[in-house]
C-alpha cells in the first residue's frame, strides 16, 4: 500500500517524472525508441531517400517501404512529438480529453509521434475519478438503466443531414462535389452501460469506486508501424510511469480513404480526432479525401473535437481549377463544425539547449481545433 502511494505521488507530481526539463525528456524517451534505427550502417542513405521520395511528394515510396520506417521515425517523430506535446498544453480544451475516460483516435500517426507527444501531455493532466454507489439489482433498477441509456442515445444521436451541404461549391469545388449522405447507423455514438450483477444473498452492496480515467489512444494508419510503435509504447509506459489504468493503446491499419466501417465505428466512438501532418498527402487523391472528410465528420458524435495541424506552406495547397486554397478551407466551411480555436500560420521552434542525434526542425504550421455540433 505504501508503495502505490508513492507511485500516486510521482504521477500527480510532473517535475519528479520529467526532471528539470520535460522537453529533454520527451527526446530522450524517442532516442530510446528509435536507438535500434540510428545503430543501422544505412541510417544516413535511407534518410536521403526518404527526403528525395518527399520533395516529389511521393508518399507511398516512402511508407510502403519497411526499412524506411524506423528511420523515418527516427527524424521526424522527435520534433512532432515535442510540437503535439506542447500543442495539447496550450489549449485547455486538449487537455480535458486527457483527464479520462476518453478515447483519441490519430489518423495517420504510425511514426509515433503522437503517442509520444500526447502521453508526455497527459503527465499533466489531472485524472478524473469518480466514485459510484452499486444499487441492489432489481427489475424497477433494470428498467431505469434501460430508460438513461435511452436518454443518453436520443441527446447524442444529432441528425446531420445536409451538414455539409454546398461545402464544395463554396470553395468553388463543384467538379469535385461529392456525396455527403451521413450513415445513420456510424453517426449514432455506441452508448455504453454499466451493469452489476445480482447479489446472491440480501446483504447489502458497499459503494464500490469505478476507476475513470483510463484514456485509449488508437493509432492508426496504412501500414504496419508496430515493430517502432511497441519498443516506443514500453519506452513511454516506462519513463512516463503511464499504466494502464491510465493510459491503453489501440493500433488500427487500413487506407483511411477505403472508409472501412471499421473506421467509421472508431469514429462514432472517439472524444477526438487528430489529423497531424497527414491531411496535405491525403489530398493527393482530391475526391476520396473528400468524401473521407464528409464521412468521419458525418460519424463524429455530437460535442467531440477535431484537431488538424499541417504545413503552412506550399504543401498545403489544394488546387481545383484555376484556384488555390489551403487544406483547412475545406473544414472551416463544414456548417456542423464549430472552430474552437485556429492558426493559420504559427511555429514550434526548437530549444536551442536540447540534445538530440539528429538536427531538430522547426515547425511552422497551421493548426485547428474544431467542435462537431
Known amino acids: 500500500m505504501e508503495d502505490k502511494k508513492k507511485a500516486a505521488a510521482i504521477v500527480n507530481d510532473p517535475r519528479k517524472v520529467f526532471g528539470r526539463s520535460p522537453d529533454q525528456h520527451i527526446l530522450n524517451v524517442v532516442r530510446e525508441s528509435c536507438q535500434e534505427a540510428f545503430n543501422l550502417p544505412s541510417f544516413n ?165 469505478v476507476n475513470k480515467h483510463q484514456v485509449t489512444i488508437v493509432m492508426q494508419d496504412y501500414v504496419d508501424w508496430s515493430p517502432i510503435l511497441e519498443p516506443m509504447e514500453a519506452v513511454v509506459r516506462s519513463r512516463m510511469l503511464l499504466g494502464p489504468e491510465r493510459l491503453q493503446c489501440e493500433t488500427e491499419i487500413g487506407n483511411v480513404l477505403d472508409l472501412s466501417e471499421g473506421l467509421l465505428e472508431r469514429v462514432a466512438k472517439a472524444d477526438l480526432i487528430t489529423f497531424m501532418f497527414v491531411l496535405n498527402e491525403l489530398f493527393q487523391d482530391k475526391k476520396r479525401t473528400m468524401l473521407l472528410v464528409a464521412k468521419i465528420v458525418a460519424a463524429m458524435p455530437s460535442g467531440a473535437h477535431m484537431l488538424v495541424a499541417d504545413s503552412a506552406g506550399s504543401f498545403s495547397n489544394l488546387k481545383v481549377g484555376e484556384r488555390t486554397y489551403m487544406v483547412y478551407m475545406l473544414l472551416d466551411h463544414l456548417k456542423s463544425l464549430e472552430i474552437v480555436y485556429q492558426d493559420d500560420a504559427t511555429w514550434y521552434r526548437c530549444p536551442p539547449s536540447l540534445t538530440y542525434p539528429l538536427k531538430l526542425e522547426n515547425m511552422r504550421h497551421f493548426v485547428r481545433i474544431y467542435k462537431k455540433l
Open 45 to 209: 542513405t535511407t534518410l536521403q531517400t526518404i527526403k528525395s521520395h518527399f520533395f516529389d511528394r511521393n508518399y507511398d515510396a516512402v511508407f510502403q517501404n519497411p526499412e524506411h520506417l524506423p528511420v523515418y521515425s527516427a527524424r521526424y517523430a522527435p520534433s512532432r512529438a515535442l510540437c503535439y506535446y506542447h500543442l495539447f498544453m496550450e489549449h485547455p480544451v486538449l487537455m480535458k480529453t486527457l483527464e479520462g475516460p476518453s478515447t483519441i483516435l490519430c489518423i495517420g500517426s504510425g511514426a509515433g509521434s503522437e503517442l509520444v507527444g500526447i502521453s508526455a501531455a497527459m503527465v499533466h493532466a489531472n485524472p478524473v475519478i469518480k466514485a459510484k454507489k452499486v444499487k441492489k439489482a432489481s427489475t424497477k433498477a433494470g428498467k431505469g438503466e434501460a430508460e438513461e441509456m435511452t436518454k443518453d442515445d436520443t441527446k447524442d444521436t444529432k441528425d446531420t443531414n445536409g451538414a455539409e451541404e454546398n461545402t464544395t461549391a463554396t470553395l468553388g469545388m463543384e467538379n469535385l462535389a461529392v456525396s455527403t449522405e451521413p450513415n445513420q447507423d456510424s453517426a449514432s455514438p455506441t452508448a455504453v452501460s454499466e451493469t452489476t450483477q445480482a447479489p446472491t444473498t440480501k446483504t447489502k452492496v458497499k459503494k464500490s469506486k
